[in-house]
């Protein structure tokens, strides 16, 4: 699946282990919010049993949970076969596109969010040529030069950045939300004042940015004016998504 031939891959083999996780799983959905964790460029051994990327985004899944309490969204997250990119193999784009395949029979064809972070943010941004996808939220996100961003065409884009991270570069993901938008996306690059790349320093601020973004794209709340049409980069535009003490941010430390 490169840059210049974007497809979805072949129909999932049975005998795979499964691709989907799922945290919530009311009756009746109308909705999923799709969670991929972060990994590493080469790795062809499987996701350690303590998995820090994993337990790292665990807090944004149990955020998305609690925000959709009232309403009926699946809440999900995506199992990896393999802790990396791997080149040309791209296997996290292959399980996100395994699990959308499960989430629909499991759920039916519902509109679904990703939320990716770091390698998991460059394959939530692959996979949304699924049609099921109405948006992707990439935190901290890989996004290498010549990215594709065609099949984000109609869709809806929020890539969250702390400008001071050293792993992945704030300056790639605000190229790509600028190719994006110039290719019939709605996207909105959101410079975070702190966090790196782990996101941990204000982590309430991560989470309560994701949680409107994702409640947003889902029609539950109202996404904030200007958010598409503002600079690249920006701030959240209007009042801060979250009035959290410092505090917040630092018990959230502890969780890897």
């Not at 974007?6 to 999932?12: D, E, G």
């Not at 869709?155 to 570069?169: I, N, P, Q, Y």
């Not at 958010?227 to 917040?248: E, H, I, K, Q, Y």
């Amino acid at each position: 699946m490169s840059p210049g031939s974007l497809r979805v891959p072949a129909a999932p083999d049975r005998e795979l282990p499964s691709a989907l996780s799922l945290r919530r799983n009311p009756a009746h959905p109308t909705a999923a919010i799709l969670v991929l964790h972060g990994g590493r460029a080469d790795g062809l051994t499987a996701p350690p049993a303590l998995n820090l990327p994993l337990v790292r985004m665990r807090a944004f899944t149990r955020a998305l949970v609690r925000a959709t309490g009232p309403d009926r969204v699946v809440v999900a997250e995506v199992r990896y076969r393999h802790r990396g990119w791997n080149g040309a193999r791209e296997d996290p784009v292959r399980d996100a596109v395994r699990a959308l395949d499960e989430l629909r029979r499991t759920a039916g064809s519902v509109p679904v969010v990703l939320v990716g972070h770091s390698m998991g943010g460059r394959a939530a941004l692959r996979a949304a040529i699924d049609p099921s996808v109405r948006a992707v939220i990439g935190l901290a996100p890989w996004c290498p030069p010549g990215e594709p961003v065609t099949q984000l065409a109609g869709k809806s884009v929020v890539l969250l950045h702390d400008e001071a991270d050293r792993v992945t570069d704030a300056r790639a993901s605000w190229d790509h939300v600028r190719r994006a938008r110039a290719g019939g996306a709605l996207a909105a690059g959101i410079v975070m004042p702190e966090g790196g790349h782990a996101m941990l320093r204000r982590s309430a601020r991560w989470h309560e940015a994701t949680v409107a973004a994702a409640l947003g794209f889902l029609g539950s709340r109202e996404l904030p004016e200007g958010l598409f049409t503002g600079s690249v980069p920006m701030p959240w535009p209007g009042p801060n998504p979250v009035d959290a003490p410092r505090g917040a941010g630092r018990r959230q430390r502890n969780a890897g």
